[in-house]
């Protein structure tokens, strides 16, 4: 089941009404939350069901033992439990046949007869997102950051939680869990702030990103017929796709969640606008960034020892942050050409200009420099992260140009502009203020025509195919 599927508008409008009409009841409002999220994970394939809810077993009672035990090499036991348990599921269905093919690949370079086994198995919609989830979980007891549930029902509720089951954000235990275990009072501006996400996101999603994935898919899918300015449109087509398709999910996630009370992660800020890599990071994905800073980068060291180990940990955890996205070698050569970008900004600009304050013209010059600057290596990445191969992506990034226009381009750049513009204005707008939540605050005067222009832009222009999510895949 899809945000943007009337399927979905149905079920949240059962699932909604049903939230307000047990309002007084907490424990039941929280099953109410509990049944749908079951019935929202299964409507994709319901013998997932087993792995979410294998997953949640393990880690409450793994967090349960850690905590009640004062023995160390206990603690580390149950904790290699969970987190064995939760990689070991990761793996097998997310990365068996990678492996299994680079392996037979290799072998068979080196001279040795090897056969490709492969298994025919389904990818788990959201494994990625749930598993890091979970583990944070496991990983925040042991380290007596927590202290674990003891409702079970409650544990259940966060692990499926379905606003940000299958694409995030990636949420702590300490800023959800506390959240089903209290009533929820929903208030106005959580209304208002809600309706204009919703909107947003759904206008982000089916009017920019579908529409512009058409464009996307045709150069990408047949990148040798492309060459100079139509490369460089279908290229910048893919950049606008994946950022509306990705953080318009996370705005209804978040939207729908504010609808009942909740409040989930900021998962975007602008992240087009950053200055260097690390301040992209800080605005992209950032439940993910958060989650391997917290978890892989400052347990590696971090930047405590030395330079050198500092580029190390910055490389391996973006490493392994681009092959957290797929197993497919396009992703682990974008992990490591982040990893490689990041160590290069660090040393060679170690006093990051959006950090700085910006008093005169210049100083705002020099950081509109940066800004498009980083946004030109971004697109670089998305051309990795998007290709089928490293041929592809060659090919890409040696033909692209502003030459070879035709009347098929101008008709491609005027559209493009049409369904980026409002994106663009908004944003700044965004930017300026330094509140993305700026619209939603306006006198409802005010709102009401920015609110039907989006909602006529989504009826009028959006795609009217259901399309999944990209991420979605990871």
């Known amino acids: 089941m899809i945000f943007n599927s009337w399927v979905f508008l149905a079920f949240f409008s059962i699932v909604y009404t049903l939230y307000l009409l047990t309002r007084r009841h907490l424990r039941l409002q929280n099953l109410v939350l509990l049944v749908a999220s079951y019935v929202f994970y299964g409507f994709w394939d319901w013998r997932f069901l087993s792995l979410l809810f294998a997953s949640t077993v393990i880690d409450f009672f793994a967090g349960r033992a850690m905590a009640a035990s004062q023995d160390e090499r206990r603690r580390r036991l149950f904790l290699a439990v969970s987190m064995s348990a939760n990689l070991g599921m990761l793996g097998f269905f997310k990365y068996f046949n990678f492996f299994a ?55 259940m509720l966060f692990v499926s939680f379905f606003p940000h089951l299958v694409a995030g954000p990636i949420m702590r235990a300490t800023a959800l869990l506390p959240q089903f275990t209290r009533k929820r009072h929903i208030r106005v501006d959580q209304v208002n702030a809600g309706l204009f996400l919703i909107l947003w996101g759904y206008f982000k999603k089916v009017v920019v990103a579908d529409n512009l994935a058409v464009t996307a898919n045709n150069v990408f899918n047949n990148y040798q017929n492309y ?65 391997l800073r917290d978890y892989l980068y400052i347990p590696l060291g971090g930047n405590r020892c030395g330079s050198v180990r500092t580029y190390r940990n910055l490389f391996l955890t973006m490493l392994l942050g681009g092959l957290w996205h797929g197993a497919a070698w396009n992703f682990v050569v974008w992990g490591a050409y982040h990893g490689l970008i990041l160590c290069a900004f660090r040393r060679l600009d170690p006093y990051p200009e959006h950090l700085r304050e910006h008093r005169t013209v210049g100083d705002s010059l020099r950081l509109a420099a940066k800004v498009a600057f980083m946004f030109m290596l971004t697109v670089i990445g998305w051309v990795i ?10 090919y890409m990034l040696t033909h692209v140009g502003f030459g070879d226009r035709s009347w098929t381009t101008v008709s491609t750049l005027w559209r493009m502009m049409v369904l980026i513009s409002p994106l663009l204005l908004v944003q700044g707008y965004q930017y300026f ?12 005067l005010a709102r009401v025509p920015v609110y039907a222009f989006l909602l006529l832009a989504i009826i009028l222009l959006g795609s009217r195919q259901t399309t999944e999510f990209i991420y979605f895949q990871f």
């Open 385 to 394: 992260f998007r290709s089928g191969s490293l041929e592809q992506i060659a």
């Open 101 to 155: 093919e680079s392996t037979t690949a290799l072998l068979n370079a080196l001279g040795m007869q090897a056969d490709f086994i492969t298994l025919n198995i389904l990818l788990p919609a959201g494994i990625s997102f749930y598993t890091f989830q979970t583990m944070s979980y496991g990983i925040d007891i042991y380290r007596r950051k927590l202290q674990p549930t003891q409702r079970f029902l409650d544990f």
């Open 433 to 444: 203020s330094k509140d993305l939540l700026i619209l939603s605050k306006w006198k409802p």
């Open 227 to 291: 060459q100079g300015m139509d490369l460089l449109l279908g290229i910048l087509a893919f950049t606008f796709q994946i950022y509306g398709d990705f953080s318009g999910y996370t705005d209804i996630a978040r939207g729908i969640s504010k609808l009942m009370g909740f409040e989930l992660n900021l998962n975007f800020n602008l992240p087009y606008l950053a200055a260097n890599p690390s301040d992209f990071w800080e605005r992209w994905h950032i439940s993910l960034s958060s989650w």
